[in-house]
């Protein structure tokens, strides 16, 4: 029968992820949200197109949940394309012939930079459980001692969909001289009950499978991948809306003429998800997982600001694009009203637009030619403004 | 750190589940959709209020997934009031005064109906995944051999919510004659892709548990409650509405007054599903679980009528009275609009109500003025042309 994903992952890691790596925070660590210093720890990122300059032309990309820092070309783990393929390239929307992509694996992520699974230094053990427990704050905190790094002093854009948009909007509100302009797409200013309830399933997920061992999996030498790909498959399904998996799936059988009266994938959504599930462990690390959505639970821009979200915005010039799809039940359009309205109520510049789709929350990764031309048309305007020259 | 429930359930069940058993399928086993034979096996059910000379007032009332036939009191098991506590019994709008309230516990449950936890007689093991695979129309017909052993020639009304709506349209479609009229709650003429999602997850919660033992637990002597648990958590919230949450929850802390900077149940929505996951384990069986949802999966009225859910109810003379819940996102409105306009195709008596509700799916089992108003009065009309007594 064929049930939970088993076995060990298929995929096999290239010796060495490509890319760029810097270590910060060894002189002086970091001093994160929850009281804990973290350093030295090491940043993976990318960069696509050239920085001009006047180190005026660059664009932070934030990934979401399950993202990574290889967002066009040929992923080098999964072989497949990168997640903003679609988004970001020579005359693309985000058109790299005239900015500066840049793009940072998240802190607590596994794809290079800094998480659980890599080795705590003081103890020459992996980090684990005893990694500390970041926020969206953090991960920006991080961001910005790279965009030091690279000496810009100021990004032309901070943009990115879901938990991408959380840190859009962290930028705008911890460093606004820093950001010209922010795009925050399919977001919210803060997680929802249903959104952490929906975590909290993934995490249980993780955590019911023995092979976490307490999350200590890996001295264990042990994948919880069943849990994992459970986590993933309860998550996928909000990612996109009924309306679409009735379009791409309905009650389609997979690959049979009549129903099995068993427990095999009967129907064509439920291989879709299976396989969902177990290519993800394929490049994921569980205590990532765990990590990175109790960041996105933590996110609440409203309460760090004495409850009133206005006061994130004061002052800022920051110009903003809030975006959001209308079959988006995950991150529904009333979230990023609501962001739109704290802007206005502080009279910051912002444009707001409701985008017509079916595709759910997902519809940020994909190809939607509204959506498109409504982030290439913002930032045209933003260039011009900012003294960019067309390509 | 409190992660996923482990340890042995701590619910002591009576060494009897009280109220009715009778066994069928004895001389000739009932055959099932899958092809197979079932015979003997057991229905337990319960009955409230007395069933009148004539026969002409029972309502069966269909129970849910995670339901079963103890619909009011005190349950036997969890010690918590039935159900449906609110709307069946004296003076309530199913007034026990009137009718005669019957309800079974579905074929493949785990509270005195056969299914996969009962010992095969074939064997003298349990059923496990041996079990045939059973259908909707399966757990009807189990129910009339019941309504015919209690001789009564027409139900007053078949009733039920959400996988009790499904019951009572199959019950319309397959036997119209033996109904007077039916009362789905919450309902839809067939399972869609994004619920046959939500339920693969949970089957895959439970496959992913070790403790599963490829549906074996029993004779393993172990009971795959992690599994089960996360299976249950993630259903949960698709009973809920985001509205509901965000007013019941929102991002309340539990018991504290600041984040844990961990994987502890900070807010009060992660303690409430950890709490739904871990009761849910003491009162219900894992491969029940795969079963009845594998059963709600394959309903499908349409295809099962030609591809004209019409077919369905021609020549019907059953009333139906069909309601639905605003803020329910899992059996949205539309999909009882699609069962009414069927019903208006063939010129049946309907009526439709969709409540105003922000309940979410767990509506019907809530207290609901407009419901409980809709459903009595229709009930009351019912009453009248049937030449039911008033109480």
Known sequence: MNVAPSGPPRVVWPAELPGYRVEFGRAAPMVLDCGATLGPFTIAYQTYGTLNADKTNAVLACHALTGDQYLMGIHPVTGKPGWWEHMVGP????????YFVICANVLGGCMGTTGPK???????????LSFPVITVADIVRAQKLLIDHLGIDQLFCVTGGSMGAMQALQWAASYPERVFSAV????????????IAFHEVGRQAIMADPDWCEGDYQSHDKVPHRGLAVARMAAHVTYLSEAALHRKF???????????????????????LRHQGSTFVERFDANSYLYITRAMDYFDLVSEHEGVLANAFKGSKTR???????????FPTSESRTIVRALNAVAANVSFVEVKSDKGHDAFLLDEVEFFKTLNGFLDGCAEHRGLKRP
Not at 118 to 128: E, R, V
């Open 91 to 98: 005359g693309k929307p985000i058109d790299t012939e005239r």
């Open 118 to 128: 890599n080795i705590d230094p003081a103890t020459g053990k992996p980090w684990g």
């Open 184 to 195: 925050p797409i399919a977001g919210a200013a803060r997680h929802s009950a249903q959104n």
């Open 250 to 272: 309905g009650r389609n059988l997979q690959d049979r003429e009549k129903l099995s009266y068993g427990f095999e994938a009967d129907f064509e959504v439920e291989s879709y």
């Open 320 to 330: 903003f694009c809030v975006i959001s799809f209308t079959s988006d039940w995950l």
